[in-house]
Structures are given as structure tokens and as C-alpha cells.
């Protein structure tokens, strides 16, 4: 049962460090949305492929324009915070119980 419970843990961790990746990718494009980028540097075109099918989901289906003010990067911040505090925190206590 411990190789579950380690495989379960082990999941929690890498699904942690995926969303604070993603996280910080989402900052950088919000960040990116209020000055003008060179749309041909690589970075910057990285980051725009990274969060814009995300943005674009939450833009078709909420009305996210408040005053020319997108808050679309915040709902996506809101959803990660609740995934890292709910799945992946499970996934470690589910880990942990499964170890004893």
C-alpha cells in the first residue's frame, strides 16, 4: 500500500509545481496585456500560446470586461489557488493516510 500511497504523494507534488508554474506564466501574461511586447520574441509568443485558449474560454463563457479591465487572468488565478488548496492538498492527505 506504501507504493500507492508514494505514487498518490508524488502526483500531488508534480500537480503542485505545474500550477505554480502556470501560475506565474499567467502574472507574466497579464503583465504582458498592459504594454505593447515585440509579438515576434519567442518568449513572449510562448506565453501568449500558454494563456490565451485559457483566457479565451473564460472570456466566451463569463463577461470578464469590466470597464476595459480584463479579469480573466484573475479567475484563472482564483482557480488555481482552489485547486493547489483542494486537490493536490487531498491528494497529500490521501497519501499520508494511506501510508499508515
Known sequence: MFILANFFDAIAGVMGWALDIYMWIVVAG????????????????????????????????????FGGLDISPIIVILAIYFLQRFVVNSLHGLARAMAQ
Open 30 to 65: 497579464a503583465v504582458l496585456s498592459w504594454v505593447s511586447p515585440d509579438p515576434y520574441n519567442p518568449i513572449v509568443r510562448f506565453i501568449n500560446n500558454a494563456t490565451e485558449p485559457v483566457f479565451y474560454q473564460i472570456r466566451k463563457r463569463l463577461p470578464v470586461n
